[in-house]
């Protein structure tokens, strides 16, 4: 098919999201009115990564969560942070992302277990990210009052550039309190859950990172 590495690109560049292949031929089909081998197609998608892979581009076409979406490359991250840092004046709080942090890696999780685990409130971190959709309300729990439970949404793993939770850092590899006494399961009960846990923010061209100032209190 004609110039179908072209089609495939301009999906992918005006996608807000990553995209998944399903979709692309979906919307490949519909815009010229024919079926595509499904071998014909991946195999102009791997014409495309192979392209980007070229020391000629300073982006490249990158697999995240399912979709296909166009990345900076890892040389060029510095440059993009400052770039963002100059036009960024407000970042998420450390309690929020304390809070996201701990949803991350106890989902699902109820409010008060992240208040157990931080030590404080997380009402107005929760409000927040949820406003920011880095997470989302799954559920209800089976214990007493049935509360809510929250876990990462999509766009947390958009925004982390993070195929699957799989690929957060493992908790083995954090801060463990000195004075802890007990089995393996308190062991991880007491693993400290902090920011620097998260991976390192990705330079995404259409992705803004959330940049409303914060704290545990709604501002007055």
Same mark, same amino acid.
């Given at each position: 098919?004609?110039?179908?590495?072209?089609?495939?690109?301009?999906?992918?560049?005006?996608?807000?999201?990553?995209? #998944?292949? *399903? $979709?692309?031929?979906?919307?490949?089909?519909?815009?010229?009115?024919?079926?595509?081998?499904?071998?014909?197609?991946?195999? +102009?998608? $791997?014409?495309?990564?192979?392209?980007?892979?070229? $020391?000629?581009? +300073?982006?490249?076409?990158? $697999?995240?969560?399912? @979709?296909?979406?166009?990345?900076?490359?890892?040389?060029?991250?510095?440059?993009?942070?400052? !770039?963002?840092?100059?036009?960024?004046?407000?970042?998420?709080?450390?309690?929020? %992302?304390?809070?996201? +942090?701990?949803?991350?890696? =106890?989902? #699902?999780?109820? =409010?008060?277990?992240?208040?157990?685990?931080?030590?404080?409130?997380?009402?107005?971190?929760?409000?927040?990210?949820?406003?920011?959709? %880095?997470?989302?309300?799954? @559920?209800?729990?089976?214990?007493?009052?049935?509360?809510?439970?929250?876990?990462?949404?999509?766009?947390?793993?958009?925004?982390?550039? !993070?195929?699957?939770?799989?690929?957060? #850092?493992?908790?083995?590899?954090?801060?463990?309190?000195? *004075?802890?006494? @007990?089995?393996?399961?308190?062991?991880?009960?007491?693993?400290?859950?902090?920011?620097?846990?998260?991976?390192?923010?990705?330079?995404? +061209?259409?992705?803004?990172?959330?940049?409303?100032?914060?704290?545990?209190?709604?501002?007055?």
């Amino acid at each position: 098919m004609d110039k179908l590495e072209l089609h495939i690109e301009s999906i992918i560049f005006a996608s807000e999201q990553p995209i #998944p292949l *399903n $979709e692309i031929k979906a919307c490949l089909e519909q815009s010229m009115e024919t079926k595509l081998k499904k071998n014909l197609l991946e195999k +102009a998608m $791997e014409s495309v990564l192979a392209k980007y892979q070229s $020391e000629d581009y +300073a982006f490249e076409v990158a $697999e995240i969560g399912g @979709g296909f979406v166009f990345l900076t490359k890892g040389a060029f991250h510095h440059t993009i942070s400052t !770039l963002l840092k100059q036009k960024a004046k407000k970042r998420l709080s450390k309690a929020a %992302l304390e809070t996201l +942090a701990i949803i991350a890696y =106890k989902q #699902p999780v109820t =409010k008060s277990e992240a208040e157990k685990i931080r030590g404080v409130s997380c009402d107005y971190s929760i409000q927040k990210l949820l406003e920011k959709e %880095l997470i989302a309300i799954v @559920g209800r729990s089976e214990g007493p009052g049935r509360p809510l439970l929250y876990a990462t949404s999509e766009k947390f793993m958009d925004y982390f550039g !993070l195929k699957s939770i799989k690929d957060l #850092p493992k908790l083995k590899d954090f801060k463990v309190e000195e *004075n802890t006494i @007990g089995d393996g399961a308190a062991v991880e009960e007491s693993v400290q859950v902090v920011p620097e846990a998260l991976p390192e923010t990705p330079a995404v +061209a259409d992705v803004e990172p959330p940049i409303e100032p914060e704290t545990d209190e709604p501002q007055p």
